[in-house]
């Protein structure tokens, strides 16, 4: 009796009394949250168009933001010396997505195109090794210390009641808002974005119609890359520019299991509900266990769902035929 | 000319399906079976011992159990260093609970309890497959690191968190705590690694195997024919988590000593010993073996090569190996998905016509 007030009354009753308290934390799970979403939206895409579960989009996030970093400041490639002239934030952001999409190329390239109707899994154990590639490699071309990052995203705060709420978090929800109309339009209803889902319903149809499959993948891998920019420029801006946002990437499996993983809206609700989720039973539950829930709370959640719904809230239902 | 099979011929049924048929691949495992047992600890340093046998042994056992699971079942797991960190903790645990158990039952002891633990994380599978089963496995990773590092009964209560193997003896000889030799904790590692390998291949080439392979190649078929998917892959779960859990026992006992469960068996240990069986060989025994080594041994000459000859700073070292990592298991899936493994049959198969090729 004491241990189910202890676990179910009492931070039930915390939450009735402090509602307001309730709320922030709340509104703090959601900001995280978007940032999920944003990840996991770039996931998502990979995944509709190729079938690729690409393990490295949190690496491209980092990556891409390291690269931003070290335009912006003129950082010399290699040396870590800042001789170059530095770049004004929109001139960077333009010159690293143009990097973004070089590395699509090469990825198609190098990794892709060899392994074509592959097993799913080896191309996963691909994208690990792809992960690591670009890990290292990111560190070598930048440095690997905690880098600041600030494109002109304005921070602040403002009370609405007695509801503190940041005016960055605000930026980053109407950015990933945005993101997502602009991928919405350029997916419904560009001829571009019909070949996208042609491809992604069938590879072997869509080539026989004469839709060309490597450049989709460019096309797809350098959107992932400009999602993975926004990513990392929200991250970045927010807590500095280091090796934990790879982890991210790890975090954003379970929202991609929630949300299914063909679904776009599927990655935005799911991101929204683990932020929150955790934020919530870090909080009230986290010192009845000494804390720190927040590390799995996250994938335990996507076991439970997997038990019971495998294709998640909004994916397709995987059948399976004989 | 030296090695090929003519003149060894088959007479019964055993023979043919030896684990070994021809007879100089026997000697050559023989072989090199007593080199490691014999010559190495001849001449063997403290440092090479403990920084390099002793690892690649215990990963070797690591491997196999991912190999089970991964290459012969089929089922990935990204959560070999949680299992890692279960027999550990549970190796002492036991040492620590019952000190008048003896050590090799301790082992085997935690490799079952690790077993355990692999069987409700593999319950999943039925239902999931591929990467949805990977994520399955790192929410086993993460939340049974979380667990070993905030539940102070794991750790005894020490105030440092840390867990420290008491001195042990197997026959007389001391094999873990501060005062064992380093030798003796290789040749114990050798016997033990040998005895689980071969058992691993016994299981392997048996019905139990077939039926893991049969899954693996094509899940509904396997079915339709007769295997039951769920107890073959719970089968596959706990056997791999018991390889796993015994290496992870071993490494706390036989090489580190004294642990922090968390940090040493965290998420990078589960992707290296991945690493290993990606370019070892899936579905190889003797790939898992070369796999640790070559996982154990890349660093440490990487290292040696561009800090002490080439003059570069040891962060650069680290990048790189990131780098030299990631490309070796792209190099390996593109251009040899059954890893070195493979490669040492092709070899075989050449010098089985050399020098007249037809």
């Known amino acids: 009796m004491e241990f ?149 995203i304005p921070t602040g705060n403002f009370m609405i009641g007695e509801i503190q709420i940041q005016i960055f978090d605000l930026w980053a929800a109407g950015v990933a808002a945005f993101l997502v109309v602009v991928l919405a339009v350029f997916f419904q209803s560009t001829r571009t974005g019909r070949a996208l889902r042609a491809v992604a319903d069938d590879h072997q149809a869509a080539l026989s119609v004469g839709i060309p499959l490597k450049n989709i993948w460019i096309i797809v891998w350098s959107v992932a890359g400009l999602v993975a920019l926004v990513a990392g420029i929200m991250w970045g801006s927010k807590s500095g520019v280091q090796f934990s946002l790879s982890l991210i990437a790890l975090k954003a499996l379970p929202v991609l299991i929630l949300g299914g993983f063909t679904s776009v809206p599927g990655a935005i609700v799911g991101g929204l509900i683990i932020g929150v989720g955790e934020k919530v039973a870090e909080v009230y539950w986290g010192p009845l266990v000494n804390g720190a829930i927040e590390n799995w709370f996250a994938y335990v959640v996507a076991l439970v769902f997997l038990l019971f719904r495998p294709q998640g809230l909004f994916g397709d239902k995987i059948i399976e035929r004989v | 000319m030296f090695y090929r099979e003519s003149g060894q011929f088959k007479t019964s049924y055993q023979s043919d399906q030896a684990v070994f048929p021809i007879r100089q691949d026997l000697w050559c495992v023989v072989a090199f079976f007593l080199f490691a047992l014999v ?43 949680g299992f890692m960190a279960v027999g550990a903790v549970a190796c002492y645990k036991l040492t620590t609970g019952f000190p008048e158990l003896p050590f090799i039952i301790t082992l085997l002891l935690s490799g079952l309890i690790t077993a355990g633990v692999g069987l ?134 036989l090489w580190l000593g004294s642990v922090e469960t968390a940090e040493a068996f965290d998420i990078n240990v589960s992707f290296q010993v991945l690493f290993m069986i990606i370019i070892g060989g899936l579905g190889s025994m003797m790939g898992s073996f070369v796999g640790a080594a070559f996982i154990i041994l890349a660093p440490i000459a990487l290292t040696n090569v561009m800090v002490s000859w080439l003059g570069m700073q040891a962060v650069t070292a680290k990048h790189f190996e990131f780098i030299f990592f990631g490309g070796m298991i792209i190099f390996f899936l593109v251009v040899e998905p059954h890893g070195i493994a493979r490669i040492w049959q092709l070899v075989k198969e050449k010098l089985r016509i050399w020098p007249l090729p037809y």
Not at chain 2, 192 to 221: E, H
Request: with cysteine.
């Open chain 1, 4 to 152: 189910i007030n202890l676990v179910l009354i009492g931070p039930i009753l915390e939450i009735a009394e402090y509602p307001a308290f309730f709320l922030e934390v709340v509104f703090g799970g959601l900001m995280s949250g978007v940032m999920y979403s944003l990840v996991a939206l770039g996931f998502v895409l990979i995944f509709k168009a190729s079938g690729v579960f690409n393990f490295a989009q949190g690496v491209f996030a980092l990556f891409a933001a390291l690269t931003l970093v070290g335009l912006m400041t003129g950082t010399m490639p290699f040396s870590l010396d800042k001789v170059l002239p530095e770049l004004p934030a929109w001139a960077a952001i333009i010159a690293t997505f143009i990097v973004m999409v070089g590395l699509a190329i090469a990825v198609e390239r190098i990794v892709l195109r060899p392994l074509v109707n592959q097993d799913h899994i080896i191309m996963f154990m691909s994208t690990i090794g792809l992960a690591f590639v670009l890990e290292g490699l990111g560190d070598t071309i930048w440095g690997s210390e905690v880098k600041a990052l600030d494109v002109g």
């Open chain 2, 39 to 81: 010559v190495i600890p001849y001449f063997g340093t403290e440092y090479f011992f403990q920084a390099i046998m002793i690892p690649v042994l215990i990963f070797s056992l690591a491997a196999i159990g991912l190999n089970l699971l991964t290459g012969y079942c089929g089922q990935l797991s990204l959560g070999t260093g």
């Open chain 2, 120 to 253: 409700l994380f593999g319950i999943p599978s039925l239902r999931i497959k591929g990467f949805y089963l990977a994520v399955a496995t790192l929410a086993a990773q993460f939340f049974l690191s979380w667990l070993f590092n905030k539940v102070a009964w794991f750790q005894n209560y020490t105030p440092s968190g840390t867990i420290t193997m008491p001195p042990r003896e197997v026959l007389g000889y001391a094999v873990t705590g501060p005062n064992a030799d380093a030798m003796h904790r290789y040749i114990f590692c050798l016997l033990f690694v040998i005895v689980l390998a071969m058992a691993a291949k016994n299981l392997v080439r048996g019905p139990i195997g077939r039926s893991w392979m049969a899954i693996r190649d094509m899940d509904i078929a396997a079915e339709l024919i007769g295997f039951r998917p769920f107890q073959t892959k719970l089968l596959a779960f706990s056997v791999s988590s018991f390889y796993v859990g015994i290496a992870g026992a071993m490494a706390l006992s």
